[in-house]
């Protein structure tokens, strides 16, 4: 029989007085704490330490402890949660902190600097990116530390996928379909919320659908794109959406009729979020790529058009040079606006 063991005094630390715990004490924090770099340095500390008896006779422990630390880190790194949470613990009403946008981020905890941040601008308004992608697509920064500070910017909390993973009791409850367009995935349930992992904040329509089917509120959680896709491929492939779609159990208004042989095929099954956003960046850049090669084969062609026909003794023939220099702006203008039209 396991050795009876208090993980919170012999893991964490934590004298027997100190109970009930409030999250900064299971942290190991200063009462109110406000930074959330801080508070996620403490978070992945106490995380490493834990997982060291996550297996053997105590791993069961060890995954209750790695919960509530991971519940107390996302309740903390969350500014409205925290607010409340901070409430209850007596904290009086405080004046509300200047949030920072993700470029002030960015270079102030010195992730990236000046040079990196003016490239990354470059890209993003080149082609159409927020500047987080812009920064990951040139991998100006680590994906983990770009989302961090972007759910900063946003005042939302940020997880890490690998450290408490997707809830295998949850994931059932969630359409391939609606996964897989809003790239979301459910993590936990925390204080009667459903916690759903995702690159970005997920939509109120999106929200209500969840809450809808699991009854009981959403809430969104960052995570990286990477993190995202590979539990797209573990837990909503394409082809559990492409069932789902021929079933007509995508959607809760999606009730196919029994006995009618006239039912059109399914669709193919949707591409994630990423999958969409790559597929439009691909896209654009064949696009205004094809325009610029069409500008510039063209205008060679309108060069070497007089020379040609005056060697065939056909003079130097201004009219066919104006006519290749007209179309060379034509089909780049094509490309560049069909570049444009992809970018919307």
Same mark, same amino acid.
């Given at each position: 029989?396991?050795?009876?063991?208090?993980?919170?005094?012999?893991?964490?630390?934590?004298?027997?007085?100190?109970?009930?715990?409030?999250?900064?004490?299971?942290? #190991? $924090?200063?009462?109110?704490?406000?930074?959330?770099?801080?508070?996620?340095?403490?978070?992945?500390?106490?995380?490493?330490?834990?997982?060291?008896?996550?297996?053997?006779?105590?791993?069961? =422990?060890?995954?209750?402890?790695?919960?509530?630390?991971?519940?107390?880190?996302?309740?903390?790194?969350?500014?409205?949660?925290?607010?409340?949470?901070?409430?209850?613990?007596?904290?009086?009403?405080?004046?509300?902190?200047?949030?920072?946008?993700?470029?002030?981020?960015?270079?102030?905890?010195?992730?990236?600097?000046?040079? =990196?941040?003016?490239?990354?601008?470059?890209?993003?308004?080149?082609? !159409?990116?927020?500047?987080?992608?812009?920064?990951?697509?040139?991998?100006?920064?680590?994906?983990?530390?770009?989302?961090?500070?972007?759910?900063?910017?946003?005042?939302?909390?940020?997880?890490?996928?690998?450290?408490?993973?997707?809830?295998?009791?949850?994931?059932?409850?969630?359409?391939? /379909?609606?996964? #897989? =367009?809003?790239?979301?995935?459910?993590?936990?349930?925390?204080?009667?919320?459903?916690?759903?992992?995702?690159?970005?904040?997920?939509?109120?329509?999106?929200?209500?659908?969840?809450?809808? #089917?699991?009854?009981?509120? /959403?809430?969104?959680? $960052?995570?990286?794109?990477?993190?995202?896709?590979?539990?797209?491929?573990?837990?909503?492939?394409?082809?559990?959406?492409?069932?789902?779609?021929?079933?007509?159990?995508?959607?809760?208004?999606?009730?196919?009729?029994?006995?009618?042989?006239?039912?059109?095929?399914?669709?193919?099954?949707?591409?994630?979020?990423?999958?969409?956003?790559?597929?439009?960046?691909?896209?654009?850049?064949?696009?205004?790529?094809?325009?610029?090669?069409?500008?510039?084969?063209?205008?060679?062609?309108?060069?070497?058009?007089?020379?040609?026909?005056?060697?065939?003794?056909?003079?130097?023939?201004?009219?066919?040079?104006?006519?290749? $220099?007209?179309?060379?702006?034509?089909?780049? !203008?094509?490309?560049?606006?069909?570049?444009?039209?992809?970018?919307?």
């Amino acid at each position: 029989m396991a050795k009876q063991i208090d993980p919170y005094r012999d893991w964490l630390s934590i004298p027997d007085a100190d109970r009930p715990l409030n999250h900064y004490q299971l942290l #190991r $924090l200063n009462k109110f704490e406000d930074d959330p770099a801080r508070i996620r340095l403490h978070y992945r500390k106490m995380n490493a330490h834990v997982r060291k008896f996550a297996t053997g006779d105590y791993a069961q =422990q060890s995954q209750e402890v790695l919960n509530e630390l991971a519940k107390a880190m996302l309740c903390l790194t969350d500014t409205r949660r925290k607010g409340e949470y901070d409430a209850s613990l007596g904290r009086e009403e405080t004046s509300k902190r200047r949030k920072h946008t993700l470029e002030e981020i960015l270079v102030g905890r010195k992730i990236i600097d000046m040079p =990196q941040l003016e490239k990354a601008r470059n890209l993003a308004k080149a082609i !159409g990116l927020e500047i987080r992608d812009a920064v990951m697509q040139q991998k100006l920064a680590a994906p983990d530390a770009v989302m961090q500070a972007y759910a900063e910017s946003l005042g939302l909390p940020y997880l890490d996928l690998g450290d408490v993973g997707v809830s295998e009791a949850l994931a059932p409850n969630v359409p391939a /379909v609606l996964a #897989r =367009q809003h790239s979301c995935v459910p993590v936990m349930v925390d204080n009667g919320q459903l916690l759903m992992a995702s690159p970005n904040p997920l939509i109120p329509e999106v929200e209500e659908e969840l809450r809808l #089917r699991i009854g009981m509120p /959403v809430r969104t959680v $960052l995570c990286t794109p990477s993190d995202i896709n590979a539990a797209m491929a573990k837990y909503y492939p394409r082809e559990v959406a492409a069932a789902q779609m021929a079933a007509g159990t995508a959607s809760p208004a999606a009730a196919p009729a029994a006995g009618n042989a006239n039912q059109p095929a399914a669709a193919a099954p949707p591409l994630s979020a990423e999958e969409r956003a790559e597929q439009k960046k691909r896209q654009q850049f064949i696009a205004i790529v094809a325009g610029n090669f069409a500008f510039i084969g063209t205008v060679l062609f309108g060069f070497l058009a007089p020379k040609m026909a005056k060697s065939f003794g056909l003079g130097t023939n201004m009219k066919l040079y104006g006519a290749a $220099l007209m179309l060379a702006v034509v089909m780049a !203008g094509v490309g560049w606006v069909a570049g444009g039209f992809v970018k919307r």
